[in-house]
């Protein structure tokens, strides 16, 4: 069983610019999740996603969107890029049924230059 | 504000000996509490998970010691090996919502 997909791998991008990452989950698991992770901070949560609906939102701002498509298929949306986004963007996919384990892709490497 | 703090930041550790890292969080609604290690280039992986009704919890050479009183928990490594270097995550989530709060981490580093 294939795992869960991230694309791209790496991406530059200049301050004010926008991005979108795209993330496909595990075939059957239809919640996916997104996390940041910067060195010190650890991994923070975004938002999930079940079902093409935002179940549940971190504490970010409105620059950072997503969405999830009916083949659960997600994709995250940064809007006017700010040198503090750099970071790593994890996607991380579940069975609906269970929210214990998450199965994390390898991430996006976001630079802002 | 971080919801789930853990120690050390680093660690280095001798081929054979144990690995111990530490986590405390606040907020009594959690109820469910996994670790995570990632390898560089790699997403983290669900190592071992605990949930409050029990005290320890034992896979192979990991175990995780949960103390509900003094909400804390850590995760020991046993015979600590090269190939256990790797970040280590602690993290907690509860029921209501697929949200996952974790630690900031530990690099540990396991010297031949």
């Known amino acids: 069983k294939a795992g869960v997909t991230q694309t791209p791998r790496y991406l530059i991008k200049t301050r004010g610019q926008q991005v979108t990452l795209s993330c496909s989950p595990i075939s059957g698991h239809r919640s996916v999740s997104w996390y940041q992770q910067t060195p010190g901070q650890g991994l923070q949560f975004l938002f999930e996603?079940?079902?093409?609906?935002?179940?549940n939102k971190g504490n970010f701002p409105g620059r950072f969107s997503g969405r999830q498509f009916s083949n659960s298929r997600s994709e995250m949306n940064v809007s006017t890029l700010e040198l503090g986004d750099s970071a790593l963007y994890l996607c991380?996919?579940?069975?609906?049924?269970?929210?214990?384990?998450?199965?994390f892709g390898s991430g996006t490497q976001l630079s802002v230059l | 504000q971080q919801q789930v703090k853990q120690s050390p930041q680093s660690l280095i550790v001798q081929k054979g000996g144990i690995s111990i890292i530490n986590c405390a969080y606040e907020n009594t609604a959690f109820d469910y509490f996994p670790w995570y290690q990632q390898f560089p280039g790699k997403g983290p992986a669900l190592l071992i998970a605990i949930r409050p009704d029990v005290s320890e919890k034992k896979e192979g050479r990991f175990t995780i010691s949960f103390n509900k009183s003094a909400k804390q928990f850590s995760l020991h490594i046993m015979d600590s090996q090269p190939g256990d270097s790797a970040t280590y995550f602690c993290?907690?989530?509860?029921?209501?919502?697929?949200?996952?709060?974790f630690g900031t981490g530990t690099s540990l580093t396991v010297i031949p």
């Open positions: 993290a907690a989530s509860m029921s209501a919502g697929n949200q996952f709060y």
């Open positions: 996603y079940f079902s093409e609906t935002q179940r």
């Open positions: 991380a996919s579940s069975l609906a049924a269970s929210r214990e384990k998450l199965f």
